[in-house]
């Protein structure tokens, strides 16, 4: 992975099997130059002179399927490496289905913070929604027993009944009536979820990794949510998005490097990733069309017949 953080541009890698890492390199680029840092081929690692310190620690802690990354910034003081590693701990977030708490984190926002909440409900508005005001609220309280299942086997039930538990709960309000949150279309729900920390990942430059980011929104809120990230100018923040969205083939609001198409080599059953630039396709090209007709991958025709 290539990535740029706090200002530094670096690239890292690794491969593994079920036992042991087999090979990992760290390179940085502090004066737009690159150069590395570590590299390891099974148990053996170099390091620059100036990380030497990395060579003399594997020696002594290295086991095979730990990363010399990780093992170095808990032993090391190298800001290089801190910075590395703290990308993927703070500066990469990743949402990959439904089961996470980001409905917690967007209560929480909503909660403590009015510039967040009002800027949320600014952009519920532009999208044509008749919300006017969310009302979030998070507590920690015990449950009572009859919020648990009557089946609950008693040692559990008594577990449970001693610990506090975060509760979150959202009212949508309209004019004239309120919804709960469990109310609400699947798309309004996703938005609440989503929107604070997408506005807190744009305001602090990460990456988004989303899969399927148009599951349960309307196109044009895509559109609007892909396109600030690309043409923000005020942020560095990224996003990565898989899509099985047709309508997102459009060279108004990507680059044709900013497109990725994904096959499956049938001889391995591997997905191979294939730049849109790297195809003959003019600026003006109908790429929606050509896609369907399998000019940059395959794509499934007929699939049911009578």
């Known amino acids: 992975m290539e990535f740029v953080w706090k200002k530094t541009r670096y690239i890292y890698s690794f491969s593994y099997d079920t036992q042991k890492i087999i090979k990992e390199t760290l390179y940085y680029a502090p004066n737009g ?10 148990m053996k690692v170099k390091a620059a002179e100036k990380f030497s310190r990395i060579e003399s620690m594997c020696k002594e802690k290295l ?3 730990k990363l010399v990354l990780s093992l170095a910034v808990n ?3 190298y800001e290089e490496l801190s910075n590395a590693y703290l990308f993927y701990s703070e500066g990469l977030v990743v949402l990959m289905n439904d089961n996470n708490n980001w409905l917690e984190y967007s209560v929480s926002k909503m909660e403590h913070d009015k510039k967040i909440k009002d800027m949320f409900l600014k952009f519920l508005r532009k999208t044509g929604s008749d919300i006017v005001d969310i009302k979030p609220k998070s507590e920690q309280r015990l449950m009572t027993a009859a919020e648990l299942p009557p089946d609950m086997p008693p040692a559990i039930r008594a577990m449970i009944l001693n610990q506090p538990v975060l509760t979150t709960t959202v009212k949508t309000i309209y004019k004239g009536f309120s919804l709960e949150l469990i109310e609400e279309s699947m798309g309004t729900q996703k938005l609440i979820k989503l929107m604070c920390p997408i506005m807190d990942i744009f305001q602090k430059g990460k990456t988004f990794v989303c899969d399927e980011i148009e599951c349960h929104l309307h ?3 895509v ?3 892909v396109g600030r990230f690309i043409k923000g100018k005020v942020s560095d923040a990224q996003i990565i998005c898989a899509t099985h969205d047709v309508e997102m083939l459009d060279l108004n609001l990507f680059r ?3 497109i990725y198409f ?9 997905t191979t990733l294939k730049p849109l630039s790297s195809y003959q396709c003019r600026k003006d090209e109908n790429v929606q069309r050509k896609y369907l007709e399998s000019k940059y991958c395959r794509v ?3 699939a049911w017949e009578e």
């Open 75 to 77: 032993n090391l003081n």
């Open 63 to 65: 086991i095979p399927n």
């Open 33 to 42: 130059r690159m150069g590395i840092i570590f590299s390891r081929d099974g």
């Open 262 to 270: 994904t096959d499956i080599n049938p001889d391995y059953h591997r």
């Open 223 to 225: 559109r609007q949510l």
């Open 256 to 258: 044709r490097d900013q």
């Open 219 to 221: 196109p044009l809120i």
């Open 300 to 302: 499934a025709k007929d």
